[in-house]
Nanobody, 127 residues
Framework: QVQLLESGGELVQAGGSLRLSCAAS????????MGWFRQAPGKEREFVAY????????VYADSVKGRFTISRDNAKNTVYLQMNSLKPEDTAVYYC????????????????????WGHGTQVTVSS
């Protein structure tokens, strides 16, 4: 079992920055992929970014590329999502997720392939 706890979401003005944190506990293996997803009201949950725990490879959704950065602190078992130049369309509940043995980019970007989820943290960007 892996437990995930997100924090850091809040109300921010357009153009501002936020850093979300995801603290992982329980089993943490190098086979895990750590992903961030988001869900806006009335929309499906969508991929934002992922980072493989062991190799550290990262992939971003086109909508956030160049503005968001996913990183990891091994000592703290924590994954971060640094979000810069925020836009109103970034408003959503952001979820941290962990998936095991996800062997391709396609599998790592699909939320249905993730085994463990946090409760979510609300990010609201005002215009």
């Amino acid at each position: 079992q892996v437990q995930l706890l997100e924090s850091g979401g809040e109300l921010v003005q357009a153009g501002g920055s936020l850093r979300l944190s995801c603290a992982a506990s329980g089993r943490t293996f190098s086979s895990l992929t750590m992903g961030w997803f988001r869900q806006a009201p009335g929309k499906e949950r969508e991929f934002v970014a992922y980072r493989t725990w062991g190799g550290g490879s990262t992939v971003y959704a086109d909508s956030v590329k160049g503005r968001f950065t996913i990183s990891r602190d091994n000592a703290k078992n924590t994954v971060y999502l640094q979000m810069n130049s925020l836009k109103p369309e970034d408003t959503a509940v952001y979820y941290c997720a962990a998936g095991e043995f996800l062997s391709s980019i396609t599998r790592r970007t699909w939320p249905g392939n993730y085994n463990y989820w946090g409760h979510g943290t609300q990010v609201t960007v005002s215009s």
